[in-house]
């Protein structure tokens, strides 16, 4: 895998339009004379900020990426957002799955299939999260359920495809708890993520390359990231970023974690 951090910031439900406007010429303004060769920065706004966000940061190295998007292209579903109107935006990446839809909206692992491989056909990095909840977790269940959620997920999808696609482990119970989980055990499930990959394309019957999902399938953690332990999070072998919530909302946390990775 290269060498190549992502911080990718979710700022979920939290902020208005006003504030992700004034966040993102923050974060342009702020990042534009530092060198950030090695980082890809990716701001997850709400729709409705989208278009604004995405003016502001045009001409930086900053990516768009959205928060949710529809497997549809087109039709007769009201409410939904299509990834046709989200590239009009310039939006490159969108996160899928994540447990706060899952367990709000009451996606089902079938939708999330849906819309990797809509996410793909359309030329969006997808940002699946998987990731246990406590009780999972309690119940000794937890590798079970990510294996699954992998698995899942991957139903249908070409192996070819699989240096594009990004896959968070977000374990449900500390997302915004302010406590994270231990980074070996982060590192530990990304190899267990790695595997279920393996065997999703395997019991399709698919020509794969296990060197080639170690070198091209980009994992990441998130829940609870912030500057006391991104840097233990980073220097695992298999966590090759971040997805932040609570520590993204803010210009100074949010700078923070930058200037962190830029040192390591
Ligand atoms: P926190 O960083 O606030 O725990 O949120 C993590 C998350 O859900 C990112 O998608």
């Known amino acids: 895998m290269t060498n190549r951090t992502t911080i990718i910031a979710n700022w979920k439900m939290q ?125 000794d269940q937890k590798d079970f359920v990510i294996i699954s959620q992998v698995r899942n997920a991957f139903k249908g999808i070409e192996f070819r495809d699989v240096k594009k696609i990004f896959i968070a482990y977000e374990p449900v119970w500390v997302i915004g708890s302010g406590q994270a989980i231990d980074p070996i055990e982060a590192e530990h499930t990304n190899l267990i993520i790695k595997e279920a990959v393996l065997e999703a394309f395997l019991s399709e019957g698919k020509n794969v390359r296990r060197d080639e999902i170690n070198e091209k399938l980009h994992l990441i953690y998130g829940g609870s990231v912030d500057d006391s332990n991104i840097s233990e999070f980073m220097s695992q072998e298999n966590i090759y970023g971040v997805l932040v919530g609570g520590a993204s909302l803010k210009i100074d946390s949010f700078m923070s974690l930058l200037n962190i990775v830029n040192n390591l």
């Open 15 to 139: 902020l208005s339009v006003e504030e992700s406007v004034a966040l993102s010429s923050a974060i342009v303004n702020k990042t534009k004379n530092l060198n950030l060769d090695n980082i890809d920065i990716i701001l997850c706004p709400d729709f409705l900020s989208i278009p604004m966000v995405g003016d502001v940061i045009k001409n930086s190295n900053i990516s768009l990426g959205s928060q949710d998007v529809f497997w549809k292209e087109k039709g007769s579903f009201t409410g939904e957002v299509s990834s046709d109107n989200l590239k009009y935006f310039n939006v490159k990446y969108s996160i899928v799955g994540h447990s706060e839809r899952r367990k709000f909206l009451k996606e089902n692992d079938e939708m999330i299939n849906q819309k990797m491989i809509s996410c793909i056909k359309n030329d969006i990095v997808p940002i699946l999260c998987v990731g246990e909840s406590f009780e999972e977790r309690r119940n």
